[in-house]
């Protein structure tokens, strides 16, 4: 069975400045894709960023950026010029390729934006 | 395009009451997904359909949970009779065969 580990259950990051959130998985599979999902007191998980597994390039979206190392099978999320809305907690999450696959979550880090 | 509709936003009912709760996925999304998120936890599956028919139910508590997606469209799921550890946010989710699920804005389930 997939699992997602994301160890850090909360951060903090000061605006402006840059934070990176971790994220492990473990699977058997060799095509798959990873996201990176918020999720703000409003309670609706919105996509951040997602990497399809056969990809080598990381995946970047404006301040949002990904460290995939499909090997060591971690993927991390970065966040540049960190600013008040980016505040929430964030969830790492695996889909198999395979036809109607399910989302697998992890158990999310709460990120604080500072002043 | 539209996102995933949900409703009710809220909901409190009392222990041994029942309680159905309504999605409507994007249009043309043939997978939806019911997921439950207990405070603090990442959202666990608890069922997904393809169009109309049952793929994963595994960890769905049949004895008081129910679902069902008529017509592989909208679909309810139903708690019957809650207990105070169904309090949670329940999320509906669509997606094509294979990307990205795209999120309602859930409902806050309490059981008091």
């Known amino acids: 069975a997939q699992t997602v580990t994301q160890s850090q259950p909360e951060m903090s990051v000061q605006e402006a400045e840059t934070v990176t959130l971790s994220c492990t998985y473990d699977?058997?599979?060799?095509?798959?894709?990873l996201f990176w999902y918020k999720q703000p007191p409003s309670r609706q998980m919105i996509l951040v960023i997602r990497?399809?597994?056969?990809?080598?390039q990381n995946a970047t979206e404006n301040r949002f950026s990904v460290n995939f190392q499909k090997a060591a099978k971690s993927f991390s999320l970065k966040i540049s010029d960190s600013q008040l809305g980016d505040a929430a907690m964030y969830f790492c999450?695996?889909?198999?390729?395979?036809?109607?696959?399910?989302?697998?979550f992890g158990t999310g880090t709460r990120l604080q934006v500072t002043l | 395009e539209a996102g995933v509709a949900q409703s009710p936003r809220y909901k409190i009912i009392e222990k041994r009451q029942s309680v159905a709760f309504w999605c409507n996925p994007i249009?043309?999304?043939?997978?939806l997904y019911w997921y439950q998120q207990i405070l603090g936890q990442g959202p666990k599956l608890l069922i997904q359909?393809?169009?109309?028919?049952?793929?994963?139910d595994s960890q769905l508590p049949k004895d008081r949970f129910s679902a069902e997606r008529l017509k592989g469209v909208d679909s309810t799921l139903k708690i019957q009779p809650a207990k105070l550890e169904d309090s949670a946010v329940y999320l509906c989710?669509?997606?094509?065969?294979?990307?990205?699920?795209?999120f309602g804005n859930g409902t806050r389930l309490t059981v008091t």
């Open positions: 699977t058997s599979e060799s095509d798959y894709y």
């Open positions: 359909f393809q169009n109309n028919g049952v793929v994963d």
């Open positions: 989710a669509s997606s094509l065969a294979v990307g990205a699920l795209h």
């Open positions: 999450a695996y889909r198999y390729t395979g036809t109607a696959s399910k989302l697998t």
């Open positions: 249009s043309g999304h043939a997978t």
């Open positions: 990497q399809e597994a056969y990809k080598q």
